[in-house]
C-alpha cells in the first residue's frame, strides 16, 4: 500500500472502457504527430522504396495527407541544404531516417543523426544541409499542411526576416 494516498487500484484498467481514450484515426496533439513520424520510420518498407537521389535538386515526395496534415520523404546528396527558411504557419516534425543532417540556427548547429527528432513551432527559422559524404534521408510532418517556406538571406534566422517566400 501506499503511504502517500489511500487510493488503490483493484483488477486490470484495461478493463473499464469508460476511462479509455478512444483511438484516433488522423493525429491531433504534438506527441501524436510525433508518434506518428516515429511509425512512418520504424516501418521501412512503407518509404524506403520511394526514396530517390537526384545531385541537382533535392528530391521529396508527399508520402501521406489527412485531415489538417501532411507528411513528406526527402532526400539529401553530400552538399545539398534547404537554406535558411521556416514554414510559415505551419508547426513540424523532422526525423533523419537515413545518414546525418545539421540544422543551423541563430542559436547554433546540430547534428541530426539517424533517429534524431525535432518538433517545431511556426515561424521557427533554420537551414538543414547534409555536410556529410554520404547521402540523408528525413521525414517532415506538418501541421497545418505546408502552404509556404519564407527564405532568409540575414545570416541570423528570425522569424521576422521574410524577404522572399516559396510558394509549396
Known amino acids: ?4 494516498s489511500d ?5 486490470d484498467l484495461l478493463e473499464v472502457p469508460h476511462l479509455l481514450q478512444p ?7 504534438v506527441a501524436d504527430f510525433v508518434g506518428l ?3 512512418i520510420a520504424a516501418d521501412r518498407a512503407r518509404w524506403e522504396h520511394l526514396v530517390r537521389y537526384d545531385a541537382t535538386t533535392r528530391w521529396y515526395h508527399r508520402l501521406r495527407t489527412g485531415p489538417g496534415y501532411e507528411v513528406w520523404l526527402l532526400s539529401w546528396v553530400p552538399g545539398q541544404g534547404s537554406g535558411r527558411h521556416d514554414h510559415g504557419p505551419s508547426s513540424g516534425v523532422l526525423t533523419v531516417l537515413d545518414g546525418t543532417l545539421t540544422e543551423r540556427t541563430e542559436r547554433g548547429t546540430r547534428a541530426l543523426a539517424s533517429g534524431a527528432q525535432r518538433v517545431f513551432a511556426p515561424g521557427y527559422a533554420h537551414e538543414v544541409v547534409n555536410d556529410t559524404l554520404e547521402p540523408a534521408v528525413s521525414l517532415h ?6 502552404t509556404e517556406m519564407p527564405m532568409h538571406t540575414a545570416p541570423h534566422c528570425e522569424a521576422r526576416e521574410r524577404p522572399r517566400s516559396v510558394t509549396v
Not at 7 to 11: E, F, K, M, R, S
Open 1 to 4: 500500500m501506499n503511504s502517500d
Open 7 to 11: 487510493l488503490q487500484i483493484a483488477g
Open 23 to 29: 483511438p484516433r484515426e488522423h493525429p491531433a496533439t
Open 37 to 39: 513520424a516515429r511509425s
Open 141 to 146: 510532418v506538418y501541421f497545418p499542411g505546408l
